[in-house]
Protein backbone atom coordinates (compact mmCIF):
# COMPACT_ATOMS: atom_id res chain seq x y z
CA UNK A 1 0.00 0.00 0.00
CA UNK A 2 1.40 3.74 -0.98
CA UNK A 3 0.13 6.88 0.03
CA UNK A 4 2.40 9.23 -1.17
CA UNK A 5 1.97 12.03 1.67
CA UNK A 6 2.71 9.19 4.04
CA UNK A 7 5.93 8.42 5.31
CA UNK A 8 5.28 4.60 5.72
CA UNK A 9 5.00 1.88 3.04
CA UNK A 10 3.11 -0.95 4.26
CA UNK A 11 4.05 -5.04 3.10
CA UNK A 12 1.35 -5.85 5.44
CA UNK A 13 -1.79 -3.72 7.31
CA UNK A 14 -4.63 -6.01 8.20
CA UNK A 15 -5.73 -3.36 11.01
CA UNK A 16 -6.04 -5.93 13.75
CA UNK A 17 -2.57 -7.65 14.36
CA UNK A 18 -1.51 -7.31 18.06
CA UNK A 19 1.59 -5.39 16.89
CA UNK A 20 3.05 -3.35 14.22
CA UNK A 21 6.72 -3.51 12.74
CA UNK A 22 8.08 -0.35 11.50
CA UNK A 23 11.02 -0.91 9.67
CA UNK A 24 14.00 1.84 9.97
CA UNK A 25 16.77 1.11 7.45
CA UNK A 26 20.52 1.41 7.14
CA UNK A 27 21.67 4.13 5.41
CA UNK A 28 20.99 4.50 1.74
CA UNK A 29 18.99 2.23 1.98
CA UNK A 30 14.66 2.16 1.09
CA UNK A 31 11.89 0.62 1.59
CA UNK A 32 12.94 -2.24 -0.62
CA UNK A 33 15.82 -3.07 2.10
CA UNK A 34 12.78 -4.58 4.29
CA UNK A 35 11.35 -6.78 2.04
CA UNK A 36 12.91 -10.06 3.08
CA UNK A 37 11.98 -9.37 6.50
CA UNK A 38 8.58 -8.29 6.29
CA UNK A 39 8.11 -12.04 4.00
CA UNK A 40 9.86 -13.29 7.32
CA UNK A 41 7.77 -11.62 9.86
CA UNK A 42 4.51 -13.65 11.04
CA UNK A 43 0.71 -13.14 10.27
CA UNK A 44 0.35 -12.09 13.58
CA UNK A 45 2.22 -8.53 13.07
CA UNK A 46 1.46 -6.07 10.46
CA UNK A 47 4.81 -4.72 8.80
CA UNK A 48 5.55 -1.25 7.07
CA UNK A 49 8.51 0.37 6.27
CA UNK A 50 9.80 3.94 6.96
CA UNK A 51 10.19 5.72 3.29
CA UNK A 52 12.17 8.62 3.59
CA UNK A 53 12.44 11.33 1.06
CA UNK A 54 15.37 11.30 -1.42
CA UNK A 55 15.26 7.39 -0.99
CA UNK A 56 12.88 5.89 -4.09
CA UNK A 57 14.07 6.92 -6.79
CA UNK A 58 15.26 10.35 -8.34
CA UNK A 59 11.69 11.72 -8.40
CA UNK A 60 11.48 11.65 -4.23
CA UNK A 61 13.16 14.92 -2.98
CA UNK A 62 15.77 15.86 -1.20
CA UNK A 63 17.31 13.26 1.87
CA UNK A 64 17.14 14.69 5.10
CA UNK A 65 20.53 15.65 6.63
CA UNK A 66 19.45 16.00 10.52
CA UNK A 67 17.94 13.41 12.37
CA UNK A 68 15.80 15.53 14.69
CA UNK A 69 13.93 16.88 11.78
CA UNK A 70 12.67 14.34 9.67
CA UNK A 71 12.25 12.07 13.23
CA UNK A 72 9.81 14.64 14.92
CA UNK A 73 7.37 14.17 11.46
CA UNK A 74 7.76 10.42 11.67
CA UNK A 75 6.84 10.49 15.16
CA UNK A 76 3.97 13.06 14.71
CA UNK A 77 2.75 10.97 12.04
CA UNK A 78 2.57 7.65 14.22
CA UNK A 79 0.82 9.50 16.88
CA UNK A 80 -2.10 10.70 14.16
CA UNK A 81 -2.08 7.45 12.40
CA UNK A 82 -2.01 4.79 15.92
CA UNK A 83 -2.94 6.82 19.08
CA UNK A 84 -6.22 5.33 20.34
CA UNK A 85 -5.21 2.32 19.33
CA UNK A 86 -4.65 -0.73 21.22
CA UNK A 87 -1.01 -2.31 18.81
CA UNK A 88 1.81 -2.33 19.87
CA UNK A 89 4.50 -0.50 18.13
CA UNK A 90 8.13 -1.97 17.42
CA UNK A 91 10.57 0.52 16.12
CA UNK A 92 13.14 -1.89 14.51
CA UNK A 93 16.26 0.16 13.22
CA UNK A 94 19.32 -1.42 12.07
CA UNK A 95 22.62 1.01 11.02
CA UNK A 96 21.39 4.73 10.58
CA UNK A 97 17.63 3.50 10.78
CA UNK A 98 17.95 2.75 14.81
CA UNK A 99 19.63 6.29 15.01
CA UNK A 100 16.87 7.26 13.72
CA UNK A 101 13.96 4.75 15.69
CA UNK A 102 15.54 5.64 18.92
CA UNK A 103 15.06 9.35 17.71
CA UNK A 104 11.41 8.77 16.74
CA UNK A 105 10.77 6.63 19.81
CA UNK A 106 12.27 9.67 22.05
CA UNK A 107 9.91 12.79 20.03
CA UNK A 108 7.28 10.14 20.76
CA UNK A 109 7.97 9.98 24.47
CA UNK A 110 8.61 13.73 24.31
CA UNK A 111 5.56 15.31 22.62
CA UNK A 112 2.99 12.06 22.00
CA UNK A 113 2.77 10.36 24.77
CA UNK A 114 -0.97 11.30 25.65
CA UNK A 115 -1.43 9.19 22.19
CA UNK A 116 0.42 6.55 22.45
CA UNK A 117 1.33 4.96 25.83
CA UNK A 118 4.59 3.77 26.93
CA UNK A 119 3.22 0.62 27.30
CA UNK A 120 2.22 0.44 23.47
CA UNK A 121 5.73 0.92 22.61
CA UNK A 122 9.10 -0.72 22.24
CA UNK A 123 12.56 0.13 20.21
CA UNK A 124 14.96 -2.74 18.69
CA UNK A 125 17.97 -1.95 17.20
CA UNK A 126 21.22 -3.27 15.97
CA UNK A 127 24.33 -2.33 14.34
CA UNK A 128 25.22 0.92 15.68
CA UNK A 129 27.06 2.47 18.36
CA UNK A 130 25.04 4.23 21.51
CA UNK A 131 23.57 7.53 20.74
CA UNK A 132 25.73 8.96 23.80
CA UNK A 133 28.70 8.23 22.98
CA UNK A 134 31.07 11.39 21.48
CA UNK A 135 30.98 12.95 18.33
CA UNK A 136 32.59 10.54 15.10
CA UNK A 137 35.45 11.02 14.29
CA UNK A 138 36.42 11.56 9.90
CA UNK A 139 32.93 12.12 8.58
CA UNK A 140 32.36 9.52 5.97
CA UNK A 141 29.73 11.97 3.90
CA UNK A 142 32.82 14.28 3.11
CA UNK A 143 34.84 11.41 1.23
CA UNK A 144 35.68 11.34 -2.04
CA UNK A 145 33.66 8.38 -3.88
CA UNK A 146 36.25 5.89 -4.21
CA UNK A 147 37.38 6.24 -0.87
CA UNK A 148 33.71 6.15 0.52
CA UNK A 149 32.80 3.00 -1.71
CA UNK A 150 35.97 1.73 -0.24
CA UNK A 151 34.93 2.04 3.40
CA UNK A 152 31.68 0.88 2.53
CA UNK A 153 32.93 -2.92 1.35
CA UNK A 154 35.51 -2.98 3.83
CA UNK A 155 33.79 -1.60 7.09
CA UNK A 156 30.42 -2.77 6.42
CA UNK A 157 30.60 -5.27 4.23
CA UNK A 158 28.67 -4.21 1.38
CA UNK A 159 28.56 -6.21 -2.01
CA UNK A 160 31.85 -4.41 -4.24
CA UNK A 161 29.05 -4.62 -7.04
CA UNK A 162 26.68 -3.09 -5.31
CA UNK A 163 28.73 -0.04 -4.00
CA UNK A 164 30.26 1.05 -7.50
CA UNK A 165 26.87 0.70 -9.49
CA UNK A 166 25.27 3.33 -7.19
CA UNK A 167 23.65 5.77 -9.00
CA UNK A 168 24.05 9.30 -8.46
CA UNK A 169 20.94 9.91 -6.36
CA UNK A 170 21.47 6.85 -4.23
CA UNK A 171 24.62 8.42 -3.26
CA UNK A 172 23.35 11.18 -2.54
CA UNK A 173 20.73 9.89 -0.33
CA UNK A 174 23.76 7.60 1.03
CA UNK A 175 25.86 11.08 2.05
CA UNK A 176 22.71 12.73 3.41
CA UNK A 177 21.93 9.40 5.77
CA UNK A 178 25.77 9.73 6.52
CA UNK A 179 25.65 13.27 7.53
CA UNK A 180 22.25 12.76 9.53
CA UNK A 181 24.56 9.93 11.82
CA UNK A 182 27.88 12.35 12.27
CA UNK A 183 25.86 15.50 13.29
CA UNK A 184 23.85 14.46 15.39
CA UNK A 185 23.40 15.27 19.07
CA UNK A 186 21.24 14.61 21.67
CA UNK A 187 19.26 17.38 22.86
CA UNK A 188 17.14 18.26 25.84
CA UNK A 189 18.03 14.52 26.93
CA UNK A 190 15.82 12.51 29.07
CA UNK A 191 16.59 8.15 29.29
CA UNK A 192 14.49 6.49 27.14
CA UNK A 193 11.54 4.50 28.72
CA UNK A 194 10.12 2.36 26.50
CA UNK A 195 11.16 -1.57 26.60
CA UNK A 196 14.07 -1.59 24.39
CA UNK A 197 16.23 -4.48 22.91
CA UNK A 198 20.09 -4.34 21.73
CA UNK A 199 20.85 -7.01 18.87
CA UNK A 200 24.84 -7.42 18.78
CA UNK A 201 24.76 -8.57 14.99
CA UNK A 202 28.27 -11.17 15.93
CA UNK A 203 29.76 -11.03 12.52
CA UNK A 204 29.38 -6.95 12.31
CA UNK A 205 32.61 -5.39 12.80
CA UNK A 206 31.55 -1.96 12.54
CA UNK A 207 30.40 -1.35 16.26
CA UNK A 208 32.18 -2.76 19.36
CA UNK A 209 30.10 -4.85 21.86
CA UNK A 210 30.91 -1.82 24.46
CA UNK A 211 29.29 0.39 22.10
CA UNK A 212 26.31 -1.51 22.07
CA UNK A 213 26.44 -1.87 25.81
CA UNK A 214 26.34 2.01 26.18
CA UNK A 215 22.90 2.02 25.06
CA UNK A 216 21.96 1.44 29.05
CA UNK A 217 22.92 5.21 28.85
CA UNK A 218 19.45 6.04 27.09
CA UNK A 219 17.07 3.94 28.22
CA UNK A 220 15.81 4.25 31.71
CA UNK A 221 14.43 0.92 31.73
CA UNK A 222 16.12 -2.38 31.93
CA UNK A 223 17.57 -3.16 28.14
CA UNK A 224 17.48 -7.10 26.55
CA UNK A 225 20.72 -7.75 24.95
CA UNK A 226 20.50 -10.18 22.04
CA UNK A 227 23.13 -12.02 19.68
CA UNK A 228 22.23 -12.56 16.19
CA UNK A 229 24.66 -14.60 14.15
CA UNK A 230 24.37 -12.00 10.72
CA UNK A 231 26.67 -9.58 9.56
CA UNK A 232 25.76 -5.29 9.18
CA UNK A 233 23.03 -6.37 7.24
CA UNK A 234 20.38 -9.20 8.73
CA UNK A 235 17.69 -7.66 6.92
CA UNK A 236 19.15 -9.36 3.76
CA UNK A 237 21.33 -11.66 4.91
CA UNK A 238 19.13 -13.40 7.78
CA UNK A 239 15.62 -12.55 7.51
CA UNK A 240 14.06 -15.58 9.15
CA UNK A 241 16.38 -15.67 12.16
CA UNK A 242 16.01 -11.74 12.69
CA UNK A 243 11.81 -12.07 11.99
CA UNK A 244 11.84 -14.98 14.45
CA UNK A 245 13.55 -12.79 17.03
CA UNK A 246 11.44 -9.63 16.27
CA UNK A 247 8.10 -11.93 16.12
CA UNK A 248 9.17 -13.24 20.31
CA UNK A 249 10.05 -9.76 21.04
CA UNK A 250 6.68 -8.02 19.94
CA UNK A 251 4.73 -10.60 21.54
CA UNK A 252 6.45 -9.66 25.14
CA UNK A 253 8.58 -13.02 25.07
CA UNK A 254 11.88 -14.03 26.04
CA UNK A 255 13.54 -15.35 22.68
CA UNK A 256 15.52 -17.86 22.50
CA UNK A 257 18.54 -16.54 21.73
CA UNK A 258 22.26 -15.92 23.50
CA UNK A 259 21.07 -13.16 25.57
CA UNK A 260 23.81 -10.88 26.86
CA UNK A 261 22.86 -9.35 29.81
CA UNK A 262 26.48 -8.88 31.14
CA UNK A 263 27.26 -7.02 28.46
CA UNK A 264 29.84 -4.35 29.96
CA UNK A 265 31.99 -1.37 28.50
CA UNK A 266 34.96 -2.39 30.10
CA UNK A 267 34.59 -5.86 26.97
CA UNK A 268 36.13 -3.66 24.37
CA UNK A 269 37.58 -0.50 23.78
CA UNK A 270 34.97 2.76 24.79
CA UNK A 271 35.66 4.14 21.25
CA UNK A 272 36.33 3.23 18.01
CA UNK A 273 37.43 5.66 15.98
CA UNK A 274 33.82 6.14 14.70
CA UNK A 275 33.65 2.93 12.27
CA UNK A 276 29.66 2.93 12.48
CA UNK A 277 27.61 6.35 11.17
CA UNK A 278 25.39 4.29 8.75
Not at 50 to 76: C, D, F, K, N
Not at 208 to 234: K, M, N
Request: glycine share 8%; charged share 20%.
Amino acid sequence: MKDPASSLRWSRCTGIADAVVLCFHHAGGSVLSAARLASALPACCDVAAVALPGHEGPESGEAPRRAGEIAGRIAGELALLFGGGSARLVLLGNSYGALLAFEVARQIERRHDAALSLSRLQLVVSGFRSPSLPPFEGPLHRLPRAHLLSELVDRFGMQRAEAVALEDWQEAALRADLEACETYRLSEFSPLRCRTAVIRLTRDTSVTQAELAAWRAVCAEPIEFLSLDAGHFPWATAADALGALVAKLSKGDRPDFTVESSASASDDPPHNGGRNPS
